[in-house]
Structure formats: structure tokens, C-alpha cells
């Protein structure tokens, strides 16, 4: 079984800057996407960037032009600058990997890290 290892959380005022890391415990031969997911208290699960493993990015409205999704060559392991952050921004981040199986696909999900952005 595959775990999925975050770092990279903490406290930050308005403006500043994190880098989130999630590395798995071992190489996922085919993997689907890469990505971040994130939960605010009382809202659901949304996802904040992923990129595809031909390295093509997604990212929410919300976060384009603050926010980079980067992985290593190796695939095992993504990462997520944020940049200009927004209190808005506060949530619990969730790394996820989307793995290709014969007949569909398998999510890992680390086990999340809490972004608390103050105004």
C-alpha cells in the first residue's frame, strides 16, 4: 500500500508564502494525476491544482497566478508553491494521487496538513 507523506503546512500572515510537499512511500507505475484537494471547515473537498503525468496543469479560478503545482521526475513526489496567500485560503490540504488499475482508477489521499492564513 502505497502512503502519502505531506509537509510543508503551517501558520502564515496575508501575502506570504508556502511550499507543500507530499511524497509517497513508493513509485505508482501508472499514475493518472497528481494533486492538491483542500477543505475549509463547513465546506466540502475541492481541488486547488493537479497535473497530469504529461505534466498538463490544472488549477481553481481561485488560485491561478498564486499558486504552482510541480512534481520530480521520479513521479513520487508533488509539490505546491503558494504565493500572495488569502486568508480565504485557510483549509486543510490534501495531497492526491490518482493511479491508473486495469478496469479504473485508485485514490491515494495523504493525510492532510493545515494552512491557517491570518489576516
Known amino acids: 500500500q502505497v502512503q502519502l507523506v505531506e509537509s510543508g503546512g503551517g501558520l502564515v500572515q496575508a501575502g506570504g508564502s508556502l511550499r507543500l510537499s507530499c511524497a509517497a512511500s513508493?513509485?505508482?507505475?501508472?499514475?493518472?494525476?497528481m494533486g492538491w484537494h483542500r477543505q475549509a471547515p463547513g465546506k466540502q473537498r475541492e481541488l486547488v491544482a493537479a497535473?497530469?503525468?504529461?505534466?498538463?496543469?490544472n488549477y481553481a479560478d481561485s488560485v491561478k497566478g498564486r499558486f504552482t503545482i510541480s512534481r520530480d521526475n521520479a513521479k513520487t513526489t508533488v509539490y505546491l508553491q503558494m504565493n500572495s496567500l488569502k486568508p480565504e485560503d485557510t483549509a486543510v490540504y490534501y495531497c492526491?494521487?490518482?493511479?491508473?488499475?486495469?478496469?479504473?482508477?485508485?485514490?491515494?489521499w495523504g493525510q492532510g496538513t493545515q494552512i491557517t492564513v491570518s489576516s
Open positions: 492526491n494521487i490518482v493511479e491508473n488499475r486495469l478496469g479504473g482508477r485508485y485514490n491515494y
Open positions: 513508493r513509485s505508482i507505475r501508472s499514475i493518472n494525476t
Open positions: 497535473i497530469t503525468s504529461g505534466g498538463s496543469t
